[in-house]
């Protein structure tokens, strides 16, 4: 029997996630895995009235590109790509796994080589969202792969999957409105600051954000979603950060990771497991040691790690910072062919200051000009 959540979370990303409508040109990225949801996104997408392409990958290509690419391939820019970048009204990434570790065997090096080439694609995609001219989402089918990292059977992963989207409601776009109205309280508050404080257990970052615009991230972009974020003065950040859970990255795991910043660049890095892993992708490019996001996650209905970034960094009750890539509409200008998203828990004797307030403390807004996002 299909899963009625598969629907609701294909009509929600179509209807609410990236607005789509008739003309427009739509496409829908995946595992060929996560067909059911494939199909049903394609379904309202097509009902839409828009004009939809589909790419699907399948197992194992990664891993052959990683093993045999000469210098020549792996720094080859696909004009197709680029064109199609170029050109799309709207993108829906589903991302879906049926081996998380397929590539832990390849050479870190190459992988950040052709990352970097990828730079000139993603410059364009993110310069056209920042814009509008490009709306976009990404979301997760819930595999047996993934729910292994999560330490789940497939049934109670995907509770926690559709759960955390709020796919068992009746209407998941009035919740999700509802949402959207609660967290834009706490981005206009702070929008006022000039100065975040980041406190935990080895942890004491500065991190400068005068001028730069926070954004709400209600479920538009990232689906399930729930956090506000912002891209910090490139070279206003300075201290030390350890990550709480591991940092995850096409397969590979870097264990304790913790960074030391000098006016915005990442001058140490250190990690019980996956250190020189960690120190290429940092070493990837000009922007991939700086800074490209701050983020507090604020969705209270997620309350475990689950290996799965996506979920990971929206915590209530975490802040992530990404090194690399930058989201222009935030005024950060960084550019990198890495955006690598690095998770604290602020829970335990965690605290947030904003321009030498305490804003937050054991993941918990504790100011009332910050308000804490209900738990819906």
């Given amino acids: ?3 009625s959540r598969i629907e609701k979370l294909a009509r929600l990303l179509v209807e609410y996630s990236i607005g789509l409508k008739k003309g427009q040109k739509l496409m829908i990225r995946g595992h060929y895995i996560a067909a059911p949801l494939i199909r049903e996104c394609y379904r309202a997408a097509i009902q839409a009235g828009a004009h939809v392409e589909s790419q699907i990958s399948i197992e194992g290509l990664d891993e052959i590109f990683y093993k045999n690419a000469s210098e020549e391939q792996l720094k080859y820019v696909s004009p197709i790509a680029k064109l199609r970048v170029k050109t799309i009204d709207a993108f829906i990434g589903i991302w879906a796994d049926a081996n998380t570790r397929g590539l832990t065997g390849a050479d870190p090096k190459k992988m950040a080589v052709a990352a970097k080439a990828g730079k000139a694609v993603n410059k364009i995609f993110m ?8 709306r976009w989402s ?16 497939l049934s109670e992963y995907e509770d926690f999957v559709y759960g955390a989207g709020h796919l068992d409601d009746p209407d998941p776009i009035k919740t999700w409105k509802i949402i959207s109205k609660s967290q834009q309280t706490l981005v206009d508050a702070l929008n006022k600051t000039h100065e975040i404080r980041v406190v935990a257990k080895d942890t004491d970052l500065v991190l400068g954000v005068r001028g730069r615009k926070w954004l709400n991230c209600d479920g538009h972009e990232n689906f399930p979603d729930g956090e506000v974020f912002t891209g910090p003065v490139e070279k206003a950040v300075n201290g030390h950060i350890r990550f709480t859970f591991p940092a995850v990255r096409q397969g590979r795991e870097v264990i304790n990771a913790a960074l030391e910043f000098k006016d915005g660049k990442c001058v140490a890095a250190t990690a019980d497991k996956g250190q020189d892993f960690l120190q290429a992708m940092i070493d990837m490019d000009a922007g991939s040691c700086y800074l490209g996001e701050l983020a507090f996650g604020v969705n209270y209905n997620i309350t475990r790690y689950t290996r799965n970034t996506l979920f990971d960094e929206k915590i209530g009750g975490t802040v992530h910072v990404a090194l690399g890539a930058g989201y222009p509409e935030t005024g950060n200008s960084n550019e990198s062919g890495l955006h690598w998203d690095m998770v604290v828990d602020m829970h335990n004797g965690g605290k947030i200051f904003a321009d030498g307030k305490l804003i937050q403390q054991d993941g918990r807004f504790v100011d009332k000009r910050f308000p804490q996002p209900a738990k819906t």
């Fill in 127 to 134: 310069q056209r969202a920042a814009k509008k001219q490009l």
């Fill in 138 to 153: 990404g979301t997760m089918f819930p595999t047996n792969a993934n729910a292994q990292d999560a330490e789940m059977s």
């Fill in 1 to 3: 029997m299909a899963d």
